[in-house]
């Protein structure tokens, strides 16, 4: 598995951890730089929370998205933390598909704050899906575990 | 707990540490709500113990909203609010720099609350208005009864623009972005849906400090 045969799996699961880890500390951070209370403002115009959810939720969310995501780069308890990054993203995949089906205007997805880059909730749905995945895969695939089950052989 | 795994914890925690440390600096530097408007656009006890600060815009709907909301906190603890209004014109709105412009024009000539709230009940006439409303604005000053040529001369002056400016500078350097948000003391409540469902326990917090 160490050997050069698992080199790619591994090679892939370290950019997966880097990519989904600085994406997810950079959306962290630059929530954290702006008031809790737009980003609860954000979370308002997807209409599917009340106040009394969405200021408490705009308060801890970007922490968790930064302390899972530091966790995942320095690859320390990497499942636990690309579970809850998944179980973040399946949200925002469900919050977004939600305003798309429903016609609702929210502008921006909010998903980098005021600070961040500005995506329209379907360019953001695009990524969150692929991010989901990524996640996903560092969360439940074992690194090197298809060399391990179909092991190339020694010529 | 093996030694590399402590290590990556260390790691770890000096990166969050790190990353929290600049969040909080960052949050600090930026916290000093001014009351530095012209004496027509406050209402009520500078002494008040509670303090609104509005940073609003006219053409924003929201902003219409809340002011209904604000005008009943201070009906129901009248003589115990201070309320402040400064103008956050965004971009996006095209009308709303020229509104601010004429509910200065009506400051001047001390109708500044009641222009405002004429430009907010009238908003949807204005605001869709597919050429600038200059008209209506004029027209609504003379509703008023404020002194017709003195407001057109003051209104397109641009004698004021330098304090619509600076309320928005002053918002952006506490990092107001959307509005309407009110500072009610040190406390951040932004948009109407917030102050509907927090604003009244805010005031009440701070009145019982």
């Known amino acids: 598995v160490n050997g050069p045969a698992g080199a790619w799996p591994g090679r892939i699961f370290l950019a997966l951890r880097l990519l989904l880890g600085a994406v997810f500390v950079l959306s962290g951070f630059t929530k954290l730089l702006a008031p809790a209370e737009e980003l609860a403002l954000t979370m308002e115009s997807y209409r599917l929370v009340p106040v009394s959810v969405t200021l408490p939720a705009a308060r801890v969310l970007p922490w968790i998205e930064l302390v899972a995501a530091v966790f995942l780069i320095v690859d320390l308890w990497r499942r636990a933390a690309a579970a809850v990054i998944a179980a973040m993203l399946a949200l925002f995949v469900a919050a977004l598909s939600s305003v798309l089906v429903r016609g609702i205007d929210i502008g921006g997805c909010g998903c980098f704050g005021a600070a961040g880059p500005k995506l329209t909730p379907g360019q953001a749905l695009m990524l969150d899906a692929g991010f989901l995945a990524a996640a996903l895969i560092l969360a439940f695939k074992r690194e090197g575990q298809h060399e391990e089950n179909h092991p190339h052989p020694a010529h | ?209």
């Open chain 2, 1 to 209: 707990m093996t030694p590399t795994a402590k290590k990556k914890f260390g790691a770890a925690l000096a990166v969050v540490a790190a990353l929290a440390a600049t969040v909080f600096v960052s949050r600090e530097n930026n916290w000093s709500v001014s009351w530095r408007v012209p004496s027509y656009r406050q209402m009520g006890p500078a002494s008040a113990r509670v303090a609104l600060v509005v940073y609003s815009d006219f053409q924003c709907p929201s902003c219409a909203k809340a002011q209904g909301r604000i005008k009943s906190f201070m009906q129901k603890h009248e003589g115990k609010l201070f309320l402040v209004y400064r103008h956050f014109p965004l971009e996006n709105h095209k009308w709303s720099f020229l509104a601010s412009q004429a509910a200065e024009a009506a400051g001047a000539q001390k109708k500044f609350w009641d222009y405002h709230d004429l430009l907010f009940t009238r908003q949807e006439e204005w605001a869709k208005s597919p050429e600038a409303p200059d008209g209506l604005f004029i027209k609504y000053a003379g509703e008023l009864g404020l002194e017709a040529e003195a407001f057109k001369a003051d209104f397109k002056s641009g004698k004021r623009d330098e304090l619509i400016r600076r309320d928005k500078k002053e918002g952006k350097d506490l990092n107001v972005s959307a509005t309407p948000t009110i500072f009610i003391n040190q406390r951040r409540v932004v948009g109407d849906q917030q102050l509907e469902s927090v604003g009244e326990r805010y005031i009440e917090l701070e009145l019982q400090r």
